[in-house]
C-alpha cells in the first residue's frame, strides 16, 4: 500500500496471535471500544484452537474495522504483516493476551502527536507472584528502549524506514526496533494514562518457559547490536530479586541465554535483517 494512500488520522491496531481462544473475545471487545477512527489488523500464526474462527467472526460483524490475516510466522514478521496490511498513518501494537483502557487509544494518539514513538503503560492481572517482578530496563541515549510492543505506538513513516521489526528474533524484537529508532534520532515518549492490562502465565512452567525465551533474544540482542551489559541497570537487576520466584525467572532467563550462546554460533544475527524469520512461540 503506497504511503499516498494512508489514511492520516486512522490508527490502525496491529497484533499477531497465537492459540488466544480464551482472551480473544475480551481483547478485540476492548479494542472496539475505543475512541476512533480505527482499525485492527490481526494477523494469525496459524493457531490450534478457535482463535482463527472467533478473529473471522468479528471481522464479519465489523466489516472495514476488523482485518484478519492468517499465516505461520515469527511475532515480528506477523507485526510487519500487519502492517503493510494497515491503512493508517500511526501503527499501534498490542498483544492477544492483553485487553485495552477504554482511554487507551486516545491517549496513544494523543502521544503521537507530539513524539514519533509512544509506550503505554503495561499493568500485569493473573496470579499476582507471576506479575509483580520488575522489566529489566537497558537504556539508550538517556530512552528506556525496553518497552515491550504488548502496548507501543510508532508513526509509519519512522517505523517505515526503520524496516519494522526484525523477524528473526524469537523475543527482543521489540527492543531491537526501539533500540534502532533511538539510534536513529527518535524520542520515546512514555504514556502511563495509555493501559494495557496483560494476562499473566497461568502456571509455573509457561512462566518459565516465557523467561527462558526472553533471555534467548537477550543474547540475540547482543549479536546484533553489540555488548549492552553496561547499559543495563545490573545492580538494580540483582537488588530487585526478591522471592524464590524472582530468582527463578532469572536463572531460567539465564539458561535461555546460554542456550543460544552454545547453539546459536551458526546462526549469529548481523545487521542485515531478512524477511522471514522463527516460528512465533507466543508469550
Same mark, same amino acid.
Given at each position: 500500500?503506497?504511503?499516498?494512500?494512508?489514511?492520516?488520522?486512522?490508527?490502525?491496531?496491529?497484533?499477531?496471535? +497465537?492459540?488466544?481462544?480464551?482472551?480473544?473475545?475480551? *481483547?478485540?471487545?476492548?479494542?472496539?471500544?475505543?475512541?476512533?477512527? =480505527?482499525?485492527?489488523?490481526?494477523?494469525? @500464526?496459524?493457531?490450534?484452537?478457535?482463535?482463527?474462527?472467533? @478473529?473471522?467472526?468479528?471481522?464479519?460483524?465489523?466489516?472495514?474495522?476488523?482485518?484478519?490475516?492468517?499465516? /505461520?510466522?515469527?511475532?515480528?514478521?506477523? +507485526?510487519?504483516?500487519?502492517? +503493510?496490511?494497515?491503512?493508517?498513518?500511526?501503527?499501534?501494537?498490542?498483544?492477544?493476551?492483553?485487553?485495552?483502557?477504554?482511554?487507551?487509544?486516545?491517549?496513544?494518539?494523543?502521544?503521537?502527536?507530539? /513524539?514519533?514513538?509512544?509506550?503505554?503503560?503495561?499493568?500485569?492481572?493473573?496470579?499476582?507472584?507471576?506479575?509483580?517482578?520488575?522489566?529489566?530496563?537497558?537504556?539508550?541515549?538517556?530512552?528506556?528502549?525496553?518497552?515491550?510492543?504488548?502496548?507501543?505506538?510508532?508513526?509509519?513513516?519512522?517505523?517505515?524506514? =526503520?524496516?519494522?521489526?526484525?523477524?528473526? *528474533?524469537?523475543?527482543?524484537?521489540?527492543?531491537?526496533?526501539?533500540?534502532?529508532?533511538?539510534?536513529?534520532?527518535?524520542?520515546?515518549?512514555? @504514556?502511563?494514562?495509555?493501559?494495557?492490562?496483560?494476562?499473566?502465565?497461568?502456571? *509455573?512452567?509457561?512462566?518459565?518457559?516465557?523467561?527462558?525465551?526472553?533471555?534467548?533474544?537477550?543474547?540475540?540482542?547482543?549479536?546484533?547490536?553489540?555488548?549492552?551489559?553496561?547499559?543495563?541497570?545490573?545492580?538494580?537487576?540483582?537488588?530487585?530479586?526478591?522471592? @524464590?520466584? /524472582?530468582?527463578?525467572?532469572?536463572?531460567?532467563?539465564?539458561?535461555?541465554?546460554?542456550?543460544?550462546?552454545?547453539?546459536?554460533?551458526?546462526?549469529?544475527?548481523?545487521?542485515?535483517?531478512?524477511?522471514?524469520?522463527?516460528?512465533?512461540?507466543?508469550?
Amino acid at each position: 500500500m503506497g504511503s499516498e494512500s494512508r489514511d492520516g488520522g486512522l490508527i490502525s491496531i496491529v497484533t499477531t496471535v +497465537r492459540n488466544e481462544e480464551s482472551h480473544l473475545a475480551q *481483547f478485540l471487545d476492548s479494542l472496539l471500544a475505543q475512541e476512533g477512527p =480505527l482499525e485492527i489488523v490481526l494477523v494469525d @500464526a496459524e493457531s490450534r484452537d478457535r482463535t482463527y474462527e472467533i @478473529a473471522l467472526e468479528y471481522a464479519a460483524r465489523h466489516p472495514g474495522v476488523v482485518r484478519v490475516v492468517r499465516r /505461520a510466522c515469527s511475532r515480528g514478521l506477523g +507485526r510487519n504483516l500487519g502492517a +503493510r496490511e494497515a491503512r493508517g498513518a500511526h501503527l499501534a501494537f498490542i498483544d492477544g493476551d492483553c485487553f485495552a483502557d477504554s482511554n487507551w487509544l486516545r491517549r496513544i494518539r494523543d502521544g503521537l502527536a507530539t /513524539a514519533p514513538v509512544v509506550a503505554g503503560q503495561t499493568i500485569n492481572v493473573g496470579k499476582p507472584r507471576y506479575g509483580q517482578l520488575e522489566r529489566v530496563e537497558l537504556f539508550q541515549s538517556g530512552y528506556d528502549v525496553t518497552y515491550p510492543s504488548c502496548n507501543l505506538a510508532y508513526r509509519r513513516s519512522l517505523f517505515d524506514a =526503520l524496516g519494522g521489526f526484525d523477524p528473526r *528474533f524469537i523475543t527482543a524484537e521489540d527492543i531491537d526496533l526501539n533500540l534502532r529508532a533511538v539510534r536513529s534520532g527518535a524520542s520515546i515518549l512514555y @504514556a502511563p494514562g495509555a493501559v494495557v492490562y496483560h494476562h499473566m502465565r497461568t502456571t *509455573f512452567v509457561r512462566f518459565l518457559y516465557q523467561a527462558f525465551w526472553n533471555g534467548y533474544g537477550r543474547k540475540q540482542l547482543t549479536e546484533k547490536q553489540g555488548s549492552l551489559w553496561g547499559r543495563y541497570r545490573v545492580r538494580r537487576l540483582i537488588s530487585g530479586q526478591r522471592g @524464590a520466584i /524472582a530468582w527463578a525467572r532469572l536463572f531460567a532467563a539465564m539458561a535461555g541465554y546460554g542456550a543460544r550462546v552454545l547453539t546459536g554460533s551458526s546462526r549469529r544475527l548481523g545487521l542485515r535483517e531478512p524477511g522471514s524469520g522463527p516460528p512465533f512461540t507466543g508469550g
